[in-house]
């Protein structure tokens, strides 16, 4: 079965409103093996409202309409629904006292403007309302079938759970799930990343044919988050779907191997922590332009207390000289970054030092140019080190790449230890 998705109002279209139930509700159909081939948003005019339920009626069995259940003039989902059905809406009285008994126990008066809520296009099923005045709606369009769930967000979810999903999987007649991994990855260009996994993909496409649990892969850029490779599986269930993903993930990793720093919400921060407790280390970073962005994402990390020990931000020149003891010559200089790392390890009793130096934009520094950006690591028997990094992007973007590529640095170094091969 196909279902689409509606949503519905114009504070949507203005950006006034982030649609996050969109995204909820295809992630429920895919837990429950139904597929969403289309999202669809839609200001509050009756005739578009009524052209986007018809267009998605032609090409899924199912619609889920949400928003445009309110009381107001311009919630009009279920006149637009009763058009597409071609019948008249009909006062629901029982649905009215509901509500009228919701507002009673409020110790509030129900406006007679919420009395719109009890009107039903006849022939639908009502879902009850639990947590909100709106009803839920289910209406059968022939052999199809549209829901009508209120936008509220913990309205819509209660409601989704209760009364949608198990009809539409009944309906469906089918079993099954549709999972998805999210393999993280640093440091590597889509289009490179695209190279290293095509003769893969055409492998899992030709195989796609002859098998139903063939896994897809998808590339989503993430901007400072790196690039995403997403495998999805349909499986017959989630032991199942969970052994496939784990075959296509080993497969990943084997192809683009220590670029891969994660899976699914698995950060870089986290995955540098967790190099440095299997090693028993302690961490402590001293940064520049990033001005707290490291240890910032480093504190976000359950835990992260047994590993890290603190950071100092020294943004100035004499800072940088009177606490971190950086020699004398450019601040944005490798030797500056080897130095402020060797520094936050005694002033902050770490074994390990992180830093970052560099220039942000929008002007230069020390005759270097903006996103020219130093990576000190210090580590315990081995002479400091420095990494010189180029970062496109304005001052916001640079800082936000060179945090990451901070860390990415520590933990590529981590790895290579780990290994004996550095």
């Keep these: 079965m196909r279902a689409e998705v509606v949503a519905i109002g114009t504070e949507l279209l203005l950006g006034q409103i982030v649609d996050t139930n969109s995204s909820y509700i295809g992630e429920q159909l895919a837990a429950h093996g139904i597929n969403c081939h289309f999202q669809t948003k839609v200001g509050d005019n009756l005739e578009r409202i009524v052209l986007a339920l018809r267009t998605a009626l032609s090409r899924s069995e199912a619609v889920i309409a949400c928003g445009g259940l309110g009381p107001t003039q311009?919630?009009?989902?279920?006149?637009?629904?009763?058009?597409?059905?071609?019948?008249?809406?009909?006062?629901?009285s029982?649905?009215?006292?509901?509500i009228r008994a919701m507002f009673t126990a409020r110790g509030r008066e129900m406006s007679e403007s919420n009395a719109r809520q009890a009107e039903v296009p006849q022939g639908a099923t009502v879902i009850r309302q639990v947590v909100g005045t709106a009803p839920g709606l289910i209406c059968p369009v022939g052999q199809k079938v549209v829901y009508a769930l209120p936008g509220v967000p913990f309205e819509l979810q209660e409601m989704l759970g209760r009364g949608v999903l198990p009809d539409l999987v009944e309906r469906a007649g089918e079993r099954g799930v549709i999972a998805s991994r999210t393999i993280r990855t640093w440091g590597l260009t889509e289009s490179r990343l695209a190279e290293e996994?095509?003769?893969?993909?055409?492998?899992?496409?030709?195989?796609?044919?002859?098998?139903?649990?063939?896994?897809?892969?998808?590339?989503l850029a993430s901007g400072v988050e790196g690039i995403k490779?997403?495998?999805?599986?349909?499986?017959?269930d989630d032991g199942a779907a969970r052994s496939v993903l784990d075959t296509e993930e080993a497969a990943v990793r084997s192809l683009v191997g220590r670029r891969v720093f994660g899976v699914d919400d698995e950060t870089m921060e986290a995955a540098v922590g967790a190099l440095l407790e299997r090693r028993g280390w302690t961490l402590a970073v001293a940064e520049s332009l990033t001005g707290g962005l490291v240890a910032s994402r480093i504190v976000t990390v359950p835990g992260a207390s047994a590993w890290f020990t603190g950071?100092?931000?020294a943004y100035s020149t004499e800072v940088k000289r009177s606490v971190l003891h950086v020699g004398e010559g450019p601040v944005v200089s490798a030797g500056a970054a080897r130095d402020m790392a060797s520094a936050a390890r005694l002033v902050l009793g770490a074994d390990v030092g992180l830093s970052t130096t560099g220039v942000a934009g929008p002007s230069g520094q020390d005759g270097e140019a903006p996103g020219t950006v130093f990576v000190g690591l210090a580590l315990p028997g081995r002479e400091p080190e420095a990494l010189s990094l180029s970062v496109p992007g304005d001052r916001e973007r640079v800082r936000q790449y060179s945090t990451i590529s901070a860390l990415d640095a520590l933990r590529m170094r981590l790895l290579l230890l780990e290994s004996g091969e550095a």
Excluded: C, Q, Y
């Design 74 to 92: 311009d919630d009009i989902t279920r006149e637009a629904i009763a058009s597409v059905m071609n019948v008249p809406l009909l006062h629901d």
């Design 94 to 98: 029982e649905v009215l006292e509901r």
């Design 197 to 219: 996994l095509g003769p893969h993909m055409d492998e899992l496409d030709a195989r796609r044919h002859g098998s139903s649990d063939t896994p897809t892969l998808a590339f």
């Design 229 to 236: 490779v997403r495998a999805t599986v349909r499986a017959a």
């Design 311 to 313: 950071g100092v931000v």
